[in-house]
């Protein structure tokens, strides 16, 4: 068992003395960021918010402030700070805007947990702000451990910090862990739902559109992760988040294509027990047990009912369609900047699909070719881990002349 993952479950029970924990959520107008507030509203005696913070969406994110009353907000689009300011005026509600805003307010100390809910690269340096800051952070940001995965664990366990999963597969990991912290993995079997294309061959992606991709049969998510579902790439992400999580290695990690999403994750043990955690697909149910764990929490969201749903099917992923997920393991295998230099063009070629300037499988060559172009380093600073960002986009931006 890793040092984080002892620290997950040894340390976030005590960490909050008041009974009411503060929690900022960054990226609180997103998909997870409104189903968190949704949590939260329905238990003010155990959370309060105290930040709150948006890209684009200041409508949003104004109404959220109005209605959670935090201490302070950001708004990335400089240009929307005044409207922000405005209307938040009659209220003591602090506005800031900027990127480095969300870096500032992530080390300040009038919140106990982050919500990491931005998507995207954009999510690392808040996030990572918050461990240096000693404060707990429930990971819905996979892309942040995907790009730097050594060094944000590394500086958790440094700063004491337990780093707890809000993806579903992880977070479906994470509790099949509790009361296992003696026993070793001998490996983990993420699921994956197989998106809106299972089955489907190349002859048929090749014309495939924004809107049909966009479609998800079983999550309800923001536009780059369900592109990310489409492909099979948010599965390739979310083998090194697992990596990085779960201290494992690549051959520890397996993924199993489950239509239904019922299974969320499986871990096997050294005696070939599997624990497997069940649940509807619903997202508040991870993102609850991550703000409030140790302790689970009455609610009356929909139950699976096994009268209902009769069968669970399970088959192998197919790599050579969906060759992403065969490029998220090479770069799991291989390490080092690989998997940011991978995130970063992936970031660029899922964009340019949205925008319907490539094809659903010219994102695969994009990504391909910049994984081939960008010099690798097999231990990267966090500074190399910028620059090979900025490279990585700089060449997936040119190849699709962005
Ligand atoms: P989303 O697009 O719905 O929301 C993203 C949020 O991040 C918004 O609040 C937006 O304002 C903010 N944001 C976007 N770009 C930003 C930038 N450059 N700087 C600052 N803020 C920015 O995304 P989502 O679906 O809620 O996903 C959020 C994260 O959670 C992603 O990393 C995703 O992989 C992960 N996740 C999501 C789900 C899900 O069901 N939606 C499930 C598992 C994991
Ligand atoms: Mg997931």
Redesign the pocket.
């Known amino acids: 068992m890793s040092e984080q993952t002892k620290l997950q479950f040894a340390e976030t029970g005590s960490a909050v003395k008041s009974g009411v924990k503060r929690i900022a959520i ?8 409104t ?1 968190a507030l949704d949590v939260i509203a329905a238990h003010p005696e155990l959370f309060s918010v105290e930040v709150l ?5 200041e409508e949003l994110l104004i109404r959220q402030a109005l209605k959670f009353m935090p201490n302070m907000v950001v708004i ?1 689009d400089e240009k929307k700070y005044l409207k922000v300011k405005e209307a938040l005026s009659p209220t003591p509600i602090k506005v800031f805007c900027g ?1 480095k805003a ?1 870096e500032e307010v992530a080390s300040m100390d009038c919140y106990d947990l982050m919500l ?5 690269y ?2 690392l340096k808040p996030t990572v702000k918050a461990i240096s800051n000693g404060k707990i952070v429930a990971l ?4 942040t451990l995907v790009v730097a995965g050594d060094i944000v664990m590394k500086k958790a366990v440094e700063k004491r910090v337990p780093i707890i999963p ?3 597969e992880h977070s479906a990991i994470f509790q099949c862990l509790i009361g296992e912290t003696r026993n070793p993995i001998e490996k983990v079997i993420l699921t994956a739902s197989g998106g809106p294309f299972l089955g489907r061959k190349p002859n048929f992606l090749v014309n495939v559109k924004r809107e049909h991709a966009l479609q998800h049969p079983n ?8 592109i ?1 579902s489409a492909t099979l790439m ?1 599965k390739g ?1 979310e083998m090194i988040e697992a990596k990085w999580l779960f201290n494992l290695k690549p051959e520890q990690i397996q993924v199993v294509i489950h239509p239904q999403s019922i299974i969320h994750s499986m871990v096997q043990f050294e005696d070939g027990s599997i624990k497997a955690q069940l649940g509807l697909p619903d ?1 508040k149910l991870p993102i609850q047990y991550a703000i409030s764990f140790p302790k689970r929490i009455r609610n009356e969201f929909p139950r699976y009912d096994f009268k209902k749903v009769h069968t669970l099917n399970f088959e192998e992923p197919d790599l050579k369609t969906f060759r992403n997920l065969a490029l998220a393991s090479e770069a799991l295998q291989k390490g080092g900047n690989l998997p940011c230099i991978m995130n970063a063009a992936n970031e660029i070629a899922v964009f340019a699909f949205l925008k319907n300037r490539i094809g659903f499988l010219e994102m695969t060559d994009v990504i391909e070719k910049t994984m081939q172009k960008v010099s690798f380093i097999a231990k990267p600073t966090l500074e190399e881990y910028f620059e090979s960002d900025g490279e990585a986009r700089t060449y997936a931006a040119d190849l699709i002349q962005l």
């Not at 819905?140 to 892309?143: G, I, L, Q, R, Y």
Request: net charge negative; glycine share 16%.
């Open positions: 960054f990226g609180s107008t997103g998909s997870i960021g189903q913070t948006a890209h684009h969406n990335g990127e969300l990491a809910a931005i998507v995207g954009a999510g819905a940001n996979k892309e809000v993806d579903s999550w309800n998510m923001g536009a780059k992760i369900t990310d948010n992400l997202m």
